[in-house]
C-alpha cells in the first residue's frame, strides 16, 4: 500500500480519539490477568469460607504460580471432600498475579475488599510479598500465608511464612558441602533481594565452619554472559560453586561453567532452589552432582509425599510437577495448618485463627509433617540434601529431625 | 593462556549478538521500523527448533527449519498488521510492541511457563593446553561469519538487494522504476524475521528455551543498531559487535551491574558525538 495514504488518518488524530483509546488501554491494563472463582460442589448448609489464592499464573514466574494454584486447588478439595471446615465449605477465589507487583495489589485489594476473604495465600518472589502484604494484612486486616522459600526477616505480624529459610537451607548444608567439596566458596548471584540476604547469613555460617568466601558477585537477573566469573572460578581453584542467580541467566552461567570444565576438576555446584522442576534448564551432563537443600524432594520417597504427587499428577498431568522450589510445598502445608487453625480456634476471625496457628501442626505432609513455632510465624519442618545424578536427585542426607528456622525469635 | 579464552568468551557473544541484531538491522535499515517484536521473533526461532527436539527429530534439522517458520510468521504479520504502520514509526513500536507481547505471552502458555534445555548438535569442548573451547560456541563463530558474508552479498550483490536499497533510497521513484515496493517490504520484513528464527534456533543451546529469552537482547540491540545509525546493513553490524564485545568483556575489569550500565552510558556517548543515527535520518524524512 502507499505510504502517502497514511497521512489523513495520521492528521486526524483527534484528542477525542486519544482519550477513547487511552480510555480503553487503561481499562484493559486495569482488568489483566485473569481472576477464577472455584465454587465447592455439592449441596452445603452454611455459607463458604472465602480463600484468597494469588499468586503468578503468567508472566516470567508462571512456573512457580501455576503448581502453586494446582496445590491450593488440591488441598481445597479434599477439605470439601471431608465435610469443610466447621460444616462450612471452602470456596476459592484464585487471582492472576501476573508477575507485575503492581497489578497484584489491586488484585489482593479486590480479594480483601470486594470479595472479602477469610485468609490470603500467595506471592512468590519476596518483592510480590513486600507489595502485597501491607494492602492485605493492615489495611485488609486479613491474614497473609506465603509458601515460598525466601531470605528471612519477615516478621509482620499475621504474616505466616511456611517456606524454608536462610537457617534450615545452609546450617546442615554448608558443612555438608564442605565435607563433601571443599573450602574456597564462590558466590555468584542475581542481583535482587533474596540473594543479598542468603548470602550474607552463608557466608557467616561458611567462615564459621572453617570455609572462605573468594569471591561474592552480583549479576543483573537476566544477565547472559558469565566468562569473566567462570574465569576467576577456574583460577581461584574454588570448590564450591554456591549459586543464587536464578533463571533465565542461570541457565547460560551453568553451561559456561560446565564447558570450563568446573565439575570435570572436582568442583561442588551448589543451588538451594533447584528442584525437580529445575532439572529442565540445562541438560542433565550440565548439572552432575549438583547438590540442593530443601524441603522436599520426589527421591524422599516417604508413602505420603508419593501418595500426593499420584493425586497431583492425575488431577495437572506432568508438566508442571509439584516440588518445593516453586512453594508448592510450603501452599500444600500452608493451607493444611491453617485449616487446623480454624478447627482448633472454631472460627474463621483473624485473632482467633492468628492465635491458633501460632501453634498448629500437621503430622503429615511431603517430606513429612511441620509445626509453627510459637510467636516467630515460621515453621519448623524437615530438610534434605540432594544431588542431582543423571537428570535425577539422590537424597544424600537427611535433618535429624524438624530444623528451626531461626527467624522472628 | 586467560587472554585466550578471554578473546574467544568475547567473540563467541558477540557473534550470538550480531546474529540477533542482524535481522532487526536489516529491517530497521532497511524499512524504518524498530520492530519491538524482535526479541520474539528470536523466540520463536529457538521454539521451533525444541519442537524438534521434542518429538525426537535432529536438532539441526530443527535449527535449518527454524529460519523458514519465523519467515512466514515475519511475512503473515507483515501482510497483516506491520504494513499498516510504515509511515508512523512511532505507532510501528508500539504495534510491534504489542505483537511481541502476544508472542511472548502464547510461548509461555504453551511452554506451561517452564524452561526447557535444548542439547547443541556438537556437545563439548576441545581442550587447548589448560583452557577449554565449546564446540558449540565455536561452530555459532563461524555460522554467524558465512549469514553475515552471505546477507551482505544479498543485499549488496543482488537483484534484490539493489530493488531493497532502491526502495530504501525513494520509494516513488522505484515504483516508478517498476519496483513493487508493497512486495519488496513484504520480503525484507521476513527475510529480517527469518535471521531472527536462525538466530534463536542457534543460541537455544547455549541459554534455555523459555519465554523471556529474547528479551535481555531487545533492549541492547536497538543500542547496536542507534550505534550503526544510517550506515545500513554494515553499521548495525558495526555497533552489534561493539555493544556485543563490550558486554562482554568489562566485566572482566568491573562489577557486572556497573559493565551493564556502562555499555550504554559509553553507547550513548558515542551516538550523542557521532549523532547520524537513525533519529536523524527520521527526522529529515
Not at chain 2, 111 to 133: E, H, K, N, R, T
Amino acid at each position: 500500500m502507499d505510504q502517502d495514504d497514511y497521512k489523513p488518518r495520521l492528521q486526524s488524530y483527534s484528542r477525542r480519539l486519544f482519550v477513547q483509546r487511552a480510555g480503553l488501554l487503561s481499562g484493559m491494563v486495569a482488568l489483566g490477568g485473569g481472576s477464577y472463582l472455584l465454587n465447592p460442589t455439592g449441596a452445603w448448609a452454611a455459607s463458604p469460607i472465602k480463600v484468597g489464592i494469588a499468586t503468578d499464573l503468567t508472566g516470567p514466574i508462571s512456573w512457580g504460580g501455576i503448581p502453586n494454584s494446582n496445590v491450593a486447588k488440591m488441598v481445597i478439595q479434599d477439605i470439601n471432600a471431608s465435610g469443610g471446615l466447621l460444616g462450612r465449605p471452602l470456596q476459592m477465589i484464585l487471582e492472576d498475579t501476573a508477575t507485575n507487583e503492581a497489578l497484584a495489589v489491586t488484585k489482593v485489594r479486590k480479594l480483601v475488599q470486594k470479595d472479602k476473604v477469610d485468609v490470603v495465600f500467595g506471592g512468590i518472589t519476596s518483592s510480590m510479598r513486600n507489595a502485597i502484604k501491607d494492602t492485605i494484612v493492615n489495611r485488609g486486616k486479613t491474614l497473609y500465608i506465603y509458601p515460598q522459600l525466601y531470605e528471612g526477616k519477615e516478621c509482620t505480624q499475621y504474616l505466616y511464612c511456611t517456606g524454608p529459610t536462610p537457617a534450615q537451607q545452609c546450617d546442615t548444608f554448608i558443612p555438608w558441602l564442605i565435607k563433601n567439596g571443599g573450602r574456597k566458596f564462590y558466590l555468584p548471584s542475581a542481583d535482587y533481594v533474596w540473594p543479598h540476604v542468603l548470602n550474607a547469613y552463608a557466608r557467616n555460617v561458611i567462615e564459621k565452619n572453617g570455609g572462605e568466601v573468594v569471591g561474592e558477585e552480583y549479576f543483573p537477573v537476566d544477565h547472559n554472559e558469565y566468562s569473566a566469573t567462570v574465569q576467576k572460578i577456574m583460577s581461584n581453584k574454588v570448590n564450591v560453586v554456591f549459586n543464587t542467580t536464578i533463571p533465565p541467566g542461570v541457565a547460560a552461567f551453568f553451561k559456561q561453567l560446565y564447558e570450563a570444565g568446573f565439575q570435570k576438576n572436582g568442583g561442588r555446584l551448589a543451588c538451594v532452589y533447584y528442584d525437580e522442576n529445575a532439572l529442565n534448564i540445562t541438560p542433565a551432563h550440565e548439572i552432575e552432582g549438583l547438590a540442593s537443600c530443601l524441603d522436599y524432594f520426589k527421591a524422599v520417597n516417604d508413602p505420603y509425599g508419593n501418595k500426593l504427587q499420584e493425586k497431583y499428577s492425575k488431577l495437572f498431568g506432568d508438566k508442571n510437577p509439584f516440588t518445593a522450589g516453586s512453594a508448592a510445598t510450603g501452599m500444600y502445608r500452608g493451607i493444611r495448618l491453617w485449616a487446623e487453625a480454624v478447627r482448633t480456634a472454631k472460627s474463621v476471625k483473624r485473632e482467633p485463627v492468628a492465635a491458633a496457628l501460632d501453634h498448629a501442626r500437621i503430622a503429615d505432609g511431603p517430606g513429612g509433617g511441620s509445626e509453627v513455632v510459637p510467636g516467630t510465624r515460621h515453621l519448623k519442618m524437615n530438610m534434605y540434601t540432594a544431588v542431582a545424578k543423571s537428570g535425577k536427585y539422590e537424597i544424600v542426607e537427611k535433618s535429624n529431625g524438624p530444623v528451626m528456622p531461626g527467624e522472628c525469635a | 593462556m586467560s587472554v585466550v579464552s578471554f578473546a574467544f568468551d568475547v567473540l563467541a557473544y558477540s557473534a550470538i549478538f550480531i546474529l540477533v541484531v542482524m535481522g532487526l538491522g536489516v529491517i530497521a535499515s532497511m524499512m524504518g521500523i524498530f520492530n519491538f517484536a524482535h526479541g520474539e521473533f528470536v523466540l520463536l526461532g529457538a521454539y521451533t527448533v525444541y519442537l524438534f527436539q521434542e518429538r525426537g527429530l535432529p536438532v539441526w534439522a530443527g535449527m535449518l527449519a527454524a529460519p523458514f517458520a519465523v519467515a512466514v510468521v515475519g511475512l503473515l504479520l507483515e501482510r497483516t498488521v506491520i504494513r499498516r504502520f510504515y509511515a508512523a514509526p512511532v505507532a510501528a513500536m508500539l504495534g510491534t510492541y504489542a505483537i511481541g507481547l502476544s508472542l511472548r505471552e502464547g510461548v509461555r502458555g504453551l511452554l506451561a511457563g517452564q524452561f526447557y534445555s535444548v542439547i547443541s548438535p556438537l556437545v563439548g569442548s576441545f581442550d587447548l593446553g589448560d583452557i577449554s573451547v565449546s564446540k558449540w560456541k565455536a561452530a555459532v563463530i563461524l555460522m554467524t561469519l558465512l549469514v553475515m558474508v552471505g546477507s551482505w552479498l544479498l543485499l549488496t550483490r543482488t537483484r534484490f538487494g539493489l530493488q531493497v536499497r532502491a526502495t530504501l533510497e525513494n520509494p516513488a521513484l522505484a515504483r516508478a522504476s517498476g519496483i513493487s515496493t508493497d512486495k519488496i517490504y513484504a520480503a525484507t520484513f521476513s527475510f529480517g524475521a527469518a535471521l531472527a528464527g536462525l538466530a534463536g534456533g542457534l543460541m537455544v543451546p547455549i541459554y534455555s528455551l523459555n519465554a523471556d529469552m529474547g528479551v535481555p537482547f531487545l533492549i541492547k540491540s536497538f543500542l547496536a543498531v542507534m550505534l550503526g545509525g544510517a550506515g545500513g546493513f554494515e553499521g548495525s553490524m558495526a555497533g552489534a559487535a561493539f555493544v556485543g564485545a563490550s558486554s562482554a568483556a568489562l566485566p572482566w575489569v568491573i562489577k557486572p551491574v556497573v559493565a551493564d550500565v556502562l555499555v550504554f552510558v559509553i553507547a550513548i556517548a558515542i551516538v550523542k558525538f557521532r549523532p547520524e543515527g537513525l533519529l536523524s535520518r527520521w527526522r529529515s524524512s
